[in-house]
């Protein structure tokens, strides 16, 4: 039981946020009338909106919704609940629209659970906890474990000791509880935390538009991850389009809700629609937004910050030395006021060395600290950045290079950093960055790749796997210099970029001039033939004229003799991947790397098919692909565009 003194600690402690102008449009007398006359009369429909179970290609349950007379500014439920809170019928009003709800569901006969939404302020109505609800579903022949509590977002809770007693009595009736819209209203971190629900629905904000939004991605990735920990099913709300839709199932979500599955219905489907069968089952798998690289590209001055107790300006000098003798990994002592503001930096050297002379230990070891410590040394907030860090060393004097900087929080002291740190610090970013997302042409890297292609094999995905490199590309290199070899490099992630569809195809750069592309577009080979030719068109824009009608330049090979290079071209090795013919993506990767060996042995730009590897066992293909590749032809495009 709940005891009374539970209950008007919860209801005291809930506050519902004023509604805003824009809510209160129909708040109007006639309004008022009809909503009392409604409410006496129960002139209520209820509808029911499916939940889709992703694992089980069917419906989880339905949420139960309340409507008012159609046609008319009743009909919404925004209006519904709102004249009821003016009428002082709030809790009221939900008993009815509970009773209403459980009645129709129980006629439908439909299946799986139903999520009915409640205010906190409800779950205290006598009515709903004492029984009487019980009795209800007892008599409709619904069992308690098929009702799903969903909170809703519209009411603040300060004493959730209450709120978790409530809940507690509820439960061991057999409810389930899910909070609702997480990332609005009051439906955050903190009430996931106090109430532990079954299911947690993600607000429709960060499910719009999800396939292009990299931010949005990464939360929900992240909402994932703790519903993981806590044993929660997550549901996505407000899925709309296909690539949502694509989205939160290759994500692991578990359930979704939205217009694209179905709208809210009096009378609702119990199977979801052939089209959504068709998503469930078919369908390729989506790219996900690029996000960068994960931990660390923001990393601050916190990250450097070496927790080492400081010393005060009364503190003597021969302390500061015994620390130093006691401590030889200690290259520098923080002074601070007894306030923990920064003073000042004591360097290690710089005392060992001063005491080293004759009697300067006797003449200053009593004397106070602040005599040898750099009154301004380098201070930085915990929130400055450690490449704002890095320009600031670089900058300024050099012995804030070897004494390092204080770190602070608030103006107060948090900590010393050390500029070995910040150099390890940066270079360890720097190579995970270069392992997430290609620094030149900032396409995903190895890391990515190798997850993507996981996640195709996982799915049992039909796609083909394209390794793409430059042939003669290190004469280019040596001829015309880095910096025009850079800009090769990028004008062919920018033409591999426009023949793929960015939901269905990914594009990688592997390092160097090798790129991998994981194409499910059907006309895959079309869109690569068409790059090749591509490449081959802006060629000239990379070679001077002498070379072009030469049809190469001369260089020299290791025992300096002259050697003649072809010019540059682009080779494409294809391998169509059949679901449970490869297991990892060391496979794949082992495999097309020798169809773009086989591409790189033809002339020009070539686009090589591995096809021994399919169930018909046909002999690879090959296609030279016609461009600009001959010495006339790039003569003439050359003078052309002279």
Request: glycine letters at 8%; a negative charge; one cysteine or more.
């Amino acid at each position: 039981m709940i005891s009374g003194a539970t209950l008007e600690r919860l209801l005291s402690s809930t506050h519902s946020p004023l509604p805003s102008q824009e809510d209160a449009s129909w708040l109007t007398e006639d309004n008022l009338r009809a909503f009392t006359d409604l409410y006496r009369r129960r002139a209520l429909t209820a509808v029911f909106q499916p939940i889709l179970d992703f694992r089980a290609h069917g419906y989880l349950g339905f949420e139960g919704l309340i409507r008012g007379p159609a046609g008319t500014e009743l009909h919404s439920p925004a209006a519904l609940f709102g004249l009821a809170r003016e009428a002082g019928l709030t809790t009221e009003f939900e008993r009815v629209c509970r009773d209403v709800v459980l009645r129709e569901f129980a006629r439908l006969k439909l299946p799986g659970r139903l999520f009915i939404n409640v205010s906190v302020t409800s779950l205290a109505d006598p009515c709903f906890f004492n029984g009487n609800t019980q009795k209800l579903l007892d008599e409709l022949g619904l069992p308690t474990r098929r009702i799903v509590v969903e909170l809703t977002e519209n009411q603040q809770v300060s004493d959730f000791s209450a709120l978790r007693d409530v809940l507690a009595v509820f439960r061991a009736q057999g409810y389930e509880f899910a909070i609702d819209d997480l990332g609005e209203g009051f439906s955050n971190l903190r009430i996931w935390s106090e109430v532990r629900p079954e299911f947690v629905k993600i607000d429709r904000h960060f499910i719009s538009g999800i396939a292009d939004d990299a931010l949005k991605f990464q939360l929900v990735k992240a909402m994932h991850e703790i519903a993981d920990t806590c044993n929660a099913s997550l549901i996505a709300e407000g899925i709309e389009t296909e690539a949502e839709f694509a989205t939160v199932r290759d994500l692991g979500i578990v359930c979704g809700q939205g217009f694209l599955i179905a709208r809210p219905e009096a009378l609702p489907a119990i199977v979801p629609s052939p089209a959504v069968q068709g998503l469930l089952k078919g369908g390729s798998v989506i790219v996900f937004p690029r996000a960068g690289a994960p931990d660390g590209g923001n990393a601050d001055a916190r990250r450097l910050a070496e927790d080492i107790d400081p010393v005060f300006p009364n503190t003597e000098n021969e302390a500061v030395f015994a620390r130093f003798e006691a401590e030889p990994d200690l290259m520098a002592l923080p002074v601070v006021s007894w306030e923990h503001v920064p003073l000042g930096l004591i360097n290690r050297y710089s005392l060992i060395d001063r005491f080293a002379r004759p009697f300067r230990r006797e003449l200053y070891g009593r004397k106070p600290c602040t005599l040898f410590m750099d009154p301004q040394p380098l201070i930085v907030d915990q929130n400055t950045s450690v490449q704002e860090i890095g320009q600031l060393l670089g900058h300024a004097a050099h012995h804030h290079l070897v004494d390092g900087f204080i770190v602070t929080e608030g103006g107060r002291y948090l900590g010393v950093g050390s500029s070995q740190a910040l150099m390890s610090l940066i270079t360890e970013m720097q190579i995970r960055a270069a392992r997430y997302a290609n620094p030149l042409t900032q396409l995903p890297g190895n890391v990515p790749i190798n997850e993507h292609i996981e996640r195709l094999l996982d799915r049992g995905a039909a796609f083909t796997a394209c390794y793409c490199d430059l042939d003669h590309f290190k004469p280019y290199n040596d001829t015309y210099g880095y910096r025009r070899g850079d800009d090769m490099i990028r004008r062919v992630g920018a033409l591999l970029a426009e023949a793929c569809d960015p939901r269905q195809d990914f594009l990688g750069h592997i390092g160097g001039d090798d790129f991998i592309l994981l194409m499910q577009s059907r006309d895959w080979h079309e869109r690569l033939a068409a790059a090749l030719r591509r490449f081959d068109a802006a060629c000239p824009d990379f070679l001077d004229l002498r070379h072009i009608q030469l049809g190469g330049y001369y260089g020299e090979d290791r025992r300096g003799q002259p050697v003649f290079h072809a010019l540059p071209a682009l080779s494409a090795g294809c391998l169509p991947v059949e679901p449970g013919r490869y297991q990892s993506h060391h496979e794949v990767a082992a495999a097309v790397g020798e169809a773009k060996k086989q591409a790189k042995k033809l002339p020009g730009s070539a686009l090589f098919v591995e096809r021994r590897s399919l169930p018909a066992t046909a002999p690879g293909d090959a296609i030279v692909v016609p461009g600009l590749q001959s010495v006339a032809a790039l003569a003439a495009a050359a003078m052309a565009s002279a």
